[in-house]
C-alpha cells in the first residue's frame, strides 16, 4: 500500500475542494435521476443541458478553489518565510554581540598585560600598595590633560600618589575623594618632574610644559614636552632616554620619553630639550596608582 503524507497546506487545500467537488457531483447526479424518471429513455450527463451547466460551474469553481488555495498558501509562505527572516536576524544580533564581547574582553586582557608591565617600575612596599584604576573621565581636546579615575581613598590613593601605565609615567593626584580621583597628567605643567639622562646618572633636570612652548608644538607629539637641564654643559643628544630622577614626589626611572631636540639658550646660559614621551596622551584608559616617594 502506497500511503501519500500531505503537509497543512496540501491538506487544506484537499479538503476545500474535496468539499466542493462532492456538492457538484451529488447536485448532478440528483439532477440526472430526476430527469431520468421523467424520460422513457436513457439520458447521458453529457446530453444533460442542466448537468452541463452545471459541470461548468463545478469547473469554474474547481479553477477559483485553486486560486484561492494557492493564494492562501503563498500567505502561508509568506509569514513562513518573515518568521525565519525574523530568527535570522536575532541569530546576526546575537552573533554581533558575541564579537564585541570578544573583542572587550581581548581589550582587557591586553590592558592587563600593560598593567602588568608597569610592575617591572614599581619596587619593594609600593608593590603592595600599587591601585589598578580605569579613568572614567577627562578633560575636553584631545590630550589627557587632566582626567578622573575610578579610584579613592576606599581604595588607600592619597594626594600626590604617581599615576603610570604600561609605557611610563603618566601624571599625579591631586584630589582624592572616598571612590574617586583626580589627576594631572605630564601635559600639565602642574606635573612638572625632575629627570635624568638614562646611562649619565650627573645630568639631571625638570621636564615642565612651561609658557616656553608653543600652540604649534602642543600639536607635535614629538615637541609635546619641554625640560630643562640643571648644567648647561650637559652631553645630552638627541634620541637620549630620560627617566625619573628620585627626586621630589616620583620615585627614581619611571620612564619619561625620548629626547627630540636640543636647543642652547645661550641668553638663559641653558640648555633645553623636547621630549617625546612614551605614554600616548591622547590615548589613555588603564592606569596604575603607586604612593610618592617619602621625603625626609
Same mark, same amino acid.
Given at each position: ?7 497543512? *497546506? ?8 474535496? +468539499?466542493?467537488?462532492? /456538492?457538484? @457531483?451529488?447536485? $448532478?447526479?440528483?439532477? !440526472? ?37 494557492e493564494f492562501v498558501g503563498d500567505i502561508m509562505h509568506f509569514r513562513r518565510n518573515a518568521n525565519k527572516v525574523r530568527e535570522l536576524t536575532k541569530e546576526n544580533e546575537k552573533l554581533k554581540q558575541e564579537i ?53 581613598? *576606599? ?8 599615576? +603610570?601605565?604600561?609605557? /611610563?609615567? @603618566?601624571?599625579? $593626584?591631586?584630589?582624592? !575623594? ?76 619611571l620612564p619619561i620619553g625620548k629626547v627630540t631636540k636640543v636647543i642652547n639658550d645661550k641668553s638663559k646660559s641653558m640648555k633645553l630639550i623636547k621630549v617625546r614621551p612614551f605614554v600616548d596622551f591622547k590615548k ?13
Open positions: 500500500m502506497i500511503v501519500l503524507k500531505l503537509n497543512k *497546506d496540501n491538506r487544506r487545500r484537499f479538503t476545500v475542494k474535496s +468539499i466542493v467537488t462532492a /456538492g457538484i @457531483v451529488i447536485a $448532478v447526479v440528483v439532477i !440526472s435521476a430526476f430527469s431520468i424518471s421523467n424520460s422513457d429513455k436513457l439520458l447521458f450527463l453529457e446530453n444533460n443541458p442542466v448537468a452541463e451547466v452545471f459541470l461548468d460551474l463545478g469547473r469554474y469553481t474547481n479553477d477559483a478553489v485553486d486560486g484561492v488555495s564585541t564581547d570578544m573583542k572587550s574582553d581581548e581589550s582587557k586582557v591586553e590592558s592587563f598585560k600593560k598593567l602588568e608591565k608597569a610592575l617591572n617600575y614599581v619596587h619593594g612596599d609600593d608593590r603592595m600598595r600599587q591601585v589598578s584604576a580605569s579613568i572614567v573621565g577627562k578633560n575636553d581636546g584631545d590630550w589627557y590633560q587632566s582626567f578622573v579615575i575610578d579610584a579613592g581613598a *576606599d581604595s588607600g590613593i592619597k594626594k600626590d600618589s604617581i599615576v +603610570i601605565n604600561g609605557n /611610563g609615567v @603618566v601624571g599625579i $593626584v591631586y584630589s582624592v !575623594s572616598n571612590r574617586y580621583s583626580k589627576a594631572i597628567s605630564l601635559v600639565d605643567s602642574r606635573a612638572s618632574v625632575s629627570f635624568k639622562i638614562q646611562g649619565k646618572e650627573d645630568d639631571k633636570g625638570v621636564i615642565t610644559t612651561s609658557s616656553t612652548v608653543g600652540k604649534s608644538d602642543l600639536t607635535d607629539v614629538n615637541k609635546l614636552l619641554q625640560g630643562y637641564l640643571f648644567d648647561s654643559n650637559s652631553k645630552v643628544k638627541k634620541g637620549d632616554k630620560i627617566v625619573t630622577s628620585g627626586l621630589g614626589l616620583y620615585p627614581e626611572n589613555l584608559n588603564d592606569v596604575m596608582v603607586i604612593p610618592p616617594r617619602k621625603i625626609e
